[in-house]
């Protein structure tokens, strides 16, 4: 979809599979692609499930993605920085999403993890 043509023409369906699941195959990115949008990509293909973002984050981050781009017109979360950089920028962010606000925590809190409740879709 970013780049606009389809990923793996020269494969057939079954080739393009095997590629993605044993080889790590993974389109290239257009070279207009801003670095922060690359991060989020990489960061969905992580072949680690635990580390990808969870749908409601990509959300946030789309939103957040969004909101700069209404603002100034890019994806500059840190200027002059190398893609590495976005996606440990985005990683934090996301991690800081899946945290409660510290006042809700109990002063003894149960061996069980908190998430922020899953926000509303935005439909427009």
């Known amino acids: 979809m970013l780049a606009g043509s389809i990923p793996y ?7 393009a599979a ?4 044993n080889k790590n195959l993974r389109p290239a990115f257009p070279t207009d ?6 991060a989020l990509i990489q960061l969905c293909w992580s072949p ?12 946030k ?9 209404a603002h100034d017109g890019s994806l500059k979360l840190v200027p002059n920085s190398t893609c590495q950089d976005h996606k440990k920028a985005l990683l934090q ?5 899946s945290q409660p ?10 061996l069980i993890t908190y998430s922020s409740p899953m926000p ?3 439909f427009m």
Do not use: G, H
């Open 9 to 15: 023409e020269d494969m057939n369906p079954i080739q």
């Open 18 to 21: 095997y590629a993605v699941v």
């Open 33 to 38: 692609c801003p670095p922060p949008m690359q």
């Open 48 to 59: 680690q499930p635990e580390k990808r973002p969870e749908f409601w984050q990509l959300v």
């Open 61 to 69: 981050v789309l939103e957040q993605f969004e909101s700069l781009l």
């Open 93 to 97: 962010w996301i991690q800081k999403l």
């Open 101 to 110: 606000p510290k006042s809700t925590l109990p002063r003894n809190p149960p």
């Open 120 to 122: 509303k879709p935005k």
